[in-house]
């Protein structure tokens, strides 16, 4: 989305919110939801006690979030012949691998919700096998093979996943986007973290509070790295602003409250999948035999 069609859209929005809250002051961004955001109505108490109708089944097999790359030499969005293909996507590139947005040099996501799974994949560049979840004890029945993967008696390999819930600026708006990071990348993720839980707020009793997990947004630049093994594009976080001076009305804040819950009630999940070209993680094809899985 260039420039003036990010501010006729935002101008657009400001006037709905004018329009709906005549009392209000406009904050400076509205947020969205979605890009499909319902306008505001009033919700009487016959349909309030239709909330939620019909969902009462919906688990997290049922919700996907989808996922956020950055593009890599082997990435099928980057190979013309492949149906992945987007046309000016470049090396390097953030990738929406569900909308195939693209998003240049740097996205701004406030993290939401964070998890650890251990991942199995077939071998022989069979494809996804097993969502382990967080029990790290499958690490257990697993040997260290000679590029440091773990692998099971059977030949199949458990990857530690950080996973990463946020939500993603889009022009005007946020959306909840999936960020699993693997190998080498684990030690991105860390250093993450670490900057996360570093940070609490002082309260004018001078008492110290800890803050969650999306009090803040954070600019991940992509950045190269390699090792021995090659060489592939990763990503650096800086400290952006704080989601209370984006938006003061807390709206911001509540969406974020909402994606935690839904991902802490098992409502939605993250998209890990596996095509024909090898098994992947965030749309970046790999073999069984590499040593680090690119972001």
Same mark, same amino acid.
């Given at each position: 989305?260039?420039?003036?069609?990010?501010? &006729? &859209? !935002?101008?657009?929005?400001?006037?709905?919110?004018?329009?709906?809250?005549?009392?209000? &002051? *406009?904050?400076?961004?509205?947020?969205?939801?979605?890009?499909?955001?319902?306008?505001?109505?009033?919700?009487?108490?016959?349909?309030?006690?239709?909330?939620?109708?019909?969902?009462?089944?919906?688990?997290?097999?049922?919700?996907?979030?989808?996922?956020?790359?950055?593009?890599?030499?082997?990435?099928?969005?980057?190979?013309?012949?492949?149906?992945?293909?987007?046309?000016?996507?470049?090396?390097?590139?953030? =990738?929406?691998?569900?909308?195939?947005?693209?998003?240049?040099?740097?996205?701004?996501?406030? *993290?939401?919700? +964070?998890?650890?799974?251990?991942?199995?994949?077939?071998?022989?560049?069979?494809?996804?096998?097993?969502?382990?979840?967080?029990?790290?004890?499958?690490?257990?029945?697993?040997?260290?093979?000679?590029?440091?993967?773990?692998?099971?008696?059977?030949?199949?390999?458990?990857?530690?996943?950080?996973?990463?819930?946020?939500?993603?600026?889009?022009?005007?708006?946020?959306?909840?986007? +999936?960020?699993?990071?693997?190998?080498?990348?684990?030690?991105?993720?860390?250093?993450?973290?670490?900057?996360?839980?570093?940070?609490?707020?002082?309260?004018?009793?001078?008492?110290?509070?800890?803050?969650?997990?999306?009090?803040?947004?954070?600019?991940?630049?992509?950045?190269?790295?390699?090792?021995?093994?090659?060489?592939?594009?990763? +990503?650096?976080?800086?400290?952006?602003? !704080?989601?209370?001076?984006?938006? *003061?009305?807390?709206?911001?804040?509540?969406? =974020?409250? !909402? +994606?935690?819950?839904?991902?802490?009630?098992?409502?939605?999940?993250?998209?890990?999948?596996?095509?024909?070209?090898?098994?992947?993680?965030?749309?970046?094809?790999?073999?069984?035999?590499?040593?680090?899985?690119?972001?």
């Amino acid at each position: 989305m260039n420039e003036e069609s990010w501010q &006729k &859209k !935002s101008l657009q929005h400001q006037k709905e919110y004018m329009m709906n809250n005549p009392n209000e &002051k *406009p904050p400076n961004e509205i947020i969205e939801v979605h890009k499909t955001s319902m306008p505001a109505m009033h919700i009487d108490a016959e349909l309030q006690k239709m909330q939620g109708m019909g969902a009462e089944n919906v688990s997290a097999k049922d919700v996907l979030i989808p996922r956020l790359t950055i593009l890599q030499k082997l990435s099928p969005q980057l190979a013309k012949k492949k149906a992945e293909y987007i046309d000016g996507a470049e090396l390097g590139d953030f =990738c929406n691998v569900a909308t195939g947005d693209v998003y240049k040099e740097a996205v701004l996501v406030i *993290p939401c919700h +964070f998890t650890t799974a251990y991942i199995e994949w077939g071998k022989n560049r069979s494809g996804l096998v097993a969502n382990h979840g967080d029990n790290a004890s499958i690490l257990k029945k697993t040997a260290r093979g000679d590029k440091n993967q773990n692998i099971l008696p059977n030949g199949n390999v458990i990857s530690e996943t950080a996973q990463w819930y946020c939500l993603l600026q889009d022009g005007a708006s946020w959306t909840r986007i +999936f960020i699993p990071l693997t190998s080498t990348n684990l030690k991105h993720s860390r250093k993450w973290m670490t900057l996360c839980r570093t940070e609490s707020v002082q309260m004018p009793d001078g008492q110290l509070w800890k803050p969650p997990l999306f009090w803040r947004s954070w600019k991940l630049v992509a950045v190269e790295d390699s090792n021995d093994q090659g060489d592939w594009i990763t +990503f650096k976080p800086e400290k952006g602003e !704080s989601v209370m001076d984006i938006d *003061p009305s807390r709206q911001l804040l509540r969406m =974020c409250m !909402s +994606f935690y819950e839904d991902v802490k009630g098992n409502i939605v999940r993250g998209e890990i999948v596996d095509d024909d070209s090898g098994r992947t993680i965030n749309g970046t094809a790999t073999s069984v035999d590499d040593k680090d899985i690119p972001f």
